[in-house]
């Protein structure tokens, strides 16, 4: 009997987190960038590699907090990489959509400038997250595409 009361109250709490919280919770820890690819797309539907790192660096994704306080449904981001042989790294605060389709780095650097990354792959060791921008002025877009793999 007190087994069926504690597996009623396991379903219970899985039932009770949002697909954001479990996603939040299954990108926790360390996950190597296996691979980083960034392609042009012209708008006639020309599409150009213009880099394809492999090994390229590495994600690192907590719990946010703030004054000793958690902060719920965010994570801290430290990242890494190394593209054409520039090296890019900093710090930046994640979330995830209701619906656990889009990662978003929040602020960037300008009020506004949330970046949002869309999850192209979601499973429990292995991510593909991919963003686009777009250049209006030369006709073309610009696709940006993370594999992760977790450590």
Do not use: H
């Not at 899985?14 to 926790?28: F, I, M």
Request: hydrophobic content about 40%; proline content about 1%.
């Amino acid at each position: 009997m007190k087994n069926t009361f504690f597996m009623l109250g396991l379903l219970v709490l899985a039932l009770s987190c949002t697909k954001e919280d479990r996603y939040l919770n299954r990108l926790e820890g360390d996950w190597n960038i296996d691979n980083l690819v960034r392609t042009e797309i012209d708008w006639d539907g020309t599409i150009k590699v213009l880099s394809d790192e492999t090994d390229a660096g590495e994600f690192s994704m907590v719990v946010s907090t703030f004054d000793g306080l958690t902060l719920d449904n965010l994570l801290d981001l430290t990242f890494t990489y190394v593209e054409n042989g520039q090296t890019f790294s900093g710090q930046e605060v994640i979330k995830v959509d209701e619906n656990a389709r889009r990662v978003i780095v929040l602020g960037g650097d300008c009020i506004q400038c949330d970046l949002a990354y869309t999850i192209e792959e979601n499973k429990p060791n292995r991510q593909v997250w991919a963003t686009y921008s777009a250049d209006e002025a030369n006709q073309r877009t610009f696709k940006l595409t993370f594999t992760l793999v977790k450590s």
